[in-house]
């Protein structure tokens, strides 16, 4: 049975007027990047927002700007007229503080063309400052104004009232809905496929995604760093290897460039905001740019996505203007395979946002690496392996002293965590533990995610400074 979806409510208004501040407070979190430039919001945002126990989507946009649609504030406004395609409300938000603008006007006029129930905030409210802009907002024809403060958290309950009317109806229903499904499938599989994609400025994340999507859903354009907020967009893809409609919960990041790079703040927020986003995923992408190849500084930012324990693939964007693809392929694939000699044989693709060469094997792909992600290996396999991995090279006996390795069990999935268990493990030296791991990786089926192993001994209570442990994580980092 197919979900009923909750109604969907759109913000919009002039840049600046506390838009993203407002999606934070309906959010409960701070989810949207604020700061105090104009235009930081370039890409539709949405989240789950919670009024009084009215449940709803919430959709931050761009800052509506009076610019030719050929540049970029004029391709975030045709970002944001879309949004007002299929939502349930829209909220317009004008600076109370600030008074009515020519501008403001503009969008007035825009919203009173659409069937879109309009409901008009006056952000910004807070004390005597914002009365005579309240006073003024009746002017615009789009009924009362509900005064608020969105920093502060003044004035919520007059929205719920405003809002109420519009949507509670559709909201109830698809409150009804899901706690009816949630109830009658207590064993589902796995959810979506939460998939990241990361990479430098540029390598085409957000052509990517739209190219999946088959819309212009993410602002794209010859610019760096377009990109700010990490954007997460809920997709079904029709897999043509499973035959089968899956779920995938795409994420659009901000391009990563080297730390002495950053100086912004903003920028050091979006970046920031990008590796959160790699901390929620389950599988990330580092898409490479076709036309300047690997780079330090792809090397460093699928470290840090090994250090958080995400399952990692690897894709190289624009092979359609790819020169000496064969030569450009090994390459890479022997410089991954040197670079990131912890995790060897990460998936690699060739792909093209372009064309769309690649895709659908590589989507393939990332519900393959989640299922070894998230896989856990049956005691007895586990202790067979471990029993074979001995046998074959028995643990070295540093000073004439055998380490005793004794059993070992999976602690834990998400990523696969492993205990061994055995005496004298402080001098097991670092290659054994990597022997470890790589058979793991190997025999039980983890090839291309990383694997943490920690090492435990029995506490000794006659001797504190005896039989204590260590921790392998395969070169991860973590433990």
Same mark, same amino acid.
């Given at each position: 049975?197919?979900?009923?979806?909750?109604?969907?409510?759109?913000?919009?208004?002039?840049?600046?007027?506390?838009?993203?501040?407002?999606?934070?407070?309906?959010?409960?979190?701070?989810?949207?990047?604020?700061?105090?430039?104009?235009?930081?919001?370039?890409?539709?945002?949405?989240?789950?927002?919670?009024?009084?126990?009215?449940?709803?989507?919430?959709?931050?946009?761009?800052?509506?700007?009076?610019?030719?649609?050929?540049?970029?504030?004029?391709?975030?406004?045709?970002?944001?007229?879309?949004?007002?395609?299929?939502?349930?409300? +829209?909220?317009?938000?004008? *600076?109370?503080? /600030?008074?009515?603008?020519?501008? #403001?006007?503009?969008? @007035?006029?825009?919203? =009173? !063309?659409?069937?879109?129930?309009?409901?008009?905030?006056?952000?910004?409210?807070?004390?005597?400052?914002?009365?005579?802009?309240?006073?003024?907002?009746?002017?615009?024809?789009?009924?009362?104004?509900?005064?608020?403060?969105?920093?502060?958290?003044?004035?919520?309950?007059?929205?719920?009232?405003?809002?109420?009317?519009?949507?509670?109806?559709?909201?109830?229903?698809?409150?009804?809905?899901?706690?009816?499904?949630?109830?009658?499938?207590?064993?589902?599989?796995?959810?979506?496929?939460?998939?990241?994609?990361?990479?430098?400025?540029?390598?085409?994340?957000?052509?990517?995604?739209?190219?999946?999507?088959?819309?212009?859903?993410?602002?794209?354009?010859?610019? +760096?760093?377009?990109?700010? *907020?990490?954007? /997460?967009?809920?997709?079904?893809? #029709?897999?043509?290897? @499973?035959?089968?409609? =899956? !779920?995938?919960?795409?994420?659009?990041?901000?391009?990563?460039?080297?730390?002495?790079?950053?100086?912004?703040?903003?920028?050091?927020?979006?970046?920031?905001?990008?590796?959160?986003?790699?901390?929620?995923?389950?599988?990330?992408?580092?898409?490479?740019?076709?036309?300047?190849?690997?780079?330090?500084?792809?090397?460093?930012?699928?470290?840090?996505?090994?250090?958080?324990?995400?399952?990692?693939?690897?894709?190289?964007?624009?092979?359609?203007?790819?020169?000496?693809?064969?030569?450009?392929?090994?390459?890479?694939?022997?410089?991954?395979?040197?670079?990131?000699?912890?995790?060897?044989?990460?998936?690699?693709?060739?792909?093209?946002?372009?064309?769309?060469?690649?895709?659908?094997?590589?989507?393939?792909? /990332?519900?393959?690496?989640?299922?070894?992600?998230?896989?856990?290996?049956?005691?007895?396999?586990?202790?067979?392996?471990?029993?074979?991995?001995?046998?074959?090279?028995?643990?070295?006996?540093?000073?004439?002293?055998?380490?005793?390795?004794?059993?070992?069990?999976?602690?834990?999935?998400?990523?696969?965590?492993?205990?061994?268990?055995?005496?004298?493990?402080?001098?097991?030296?670092?290659?054994?533990?990597?022997?470890?791991?790589?058979?793991?990786?190997?025999?039980?089926?983890?090839?291309?995610?990383?694997?943490?192993?920690?090492?435990?001994?029995?506490?000794?209570?006659?001797?504190?400074?005896?039989?204590?442990?260590?921790?392998?994580?395969?070169?991860?980092?973590?433990?």
């Amino acid at each position: 049975m197919a979900s009923l979806s909750k109604p969907q409510v759109i913000i919009i208004g002039r840049p600046n007027v506390g838009k993203s501040t407002l999606f934070n407070r309906l959010v409960g979190k701070k989810l949207a990047l604020v700061d105090d430039q104009p235009g930081v919001t370039r890409d539709r945002r949405m989240g789950d927002a919670e009024l009084a126990g009215l449940n709803f989507t919430i959709v931050d946009t761009a800052g509506w700007e009076d610019e030719d649609e050929l540049t970029l504030p004029g391709r975030m406004r045709k970002q944001t007229e879309a949004s007002l395609e299929g939502a349930d409300a +829209a909220l317009f938000v004008i *600076d109370a503080r /600030a008074g009515l603008t020519p501008l #403001d006007n503009e969008i @007035a006029r825009y919203l =009173r !063309e659409h069937d879109v129930p309009i409901v008009l905030v006056a952000n910004k409210a807070e004390g005597s400052a914002g009365e005579s802009g309240v006073l003024e907002s009746y002017s615009l024809g789009l009924g009362d104004p509900v005064p608020l403060s969105a920093e502060h958290g003044e004035g919520v309950a007059d929205l719920f009232q405003a809002l109420w009317p519009i949507i509670g109806a559709k909201a109830e229903a698809a409150q009804a809905a899901a706690e009816f499904e949630s109830s009658e499938d207590e064993d589902a599989p796995l959810g979506p496929l939460k998939l990241a994609i990361v990479g430098r400025p540029n390598a085409g994340k957000s052509t990517l995604i739209n190219r999946l999507l088959g819309e212009d859903r993410l602002l794209t354009g010859p610019e +760096a760093g377009i990109t700010r *907020d990490s954007i /997460a967009i809920d997709w079904q893809w #029709d897999d043509p290897k @499973a035959g089968e409609t =899956r !779920e995938i919960r795409l994420i659009d990041t901000a391009g990563m460039r080297k730390k002495r790079n950053v100086t912004e703040k903003l920028e050091k927020l979006s970046v920031a905001d990008a590796r959160r986003a790699v901390d929620f995923a389950e599988v990330v992408i580092l898409l490479l740019d076709a036309t300047q190849g690997l780079e330090h500084q792809d090397l460093k930012i699928a470290s840090m996505v090994l250090e958080e324990g995400r399952a990692l693939m690897i894709a190289i964007n624009k092979w359609d203007v790819a020169q000496d693809a064969s030569s450009l392929f090994n390459g890479v694939r022997a410089a991954l395979d040197d670079g990131l000699a912890q995790v060897r044989g990460l998936p690699l693709f060739a792909v093209s946002a372009k064309t769309g060469k690649g895709l659908d094997t590589m989507l393939s792909a /990332a519900f393959e690496i989640r299922e070894s992600w998230s896989k856990r290996v049956p005691t007895a396999a586990l202790n067979r392996w471990f029993d074979d991995a001995m046998a074959a090279n028995p643990p070295p006996a540093p000073g004439g002293r055998r380490v005793k390795l004794r059993y070992i069990t999976q602690a834990g999935t998400r990523p696969p965590r492993f205990v061994v268990f055995g005496t004298r493990l402080e001098s097991l030296p670092k290659s054994y533990e990597r022997y470890l791991v790589n058979g793991i990786r190997a025999k039980l089926g983890f090839e291309a995610v990383p694997v943490r192993v920690v090492l435990k001994s029995p506490k000794n209570p006659y001797n504190a400074n005896r039989g204590g442990g260590g921790n392998y994580s395969g070169g991860d980092g973590r433990s």
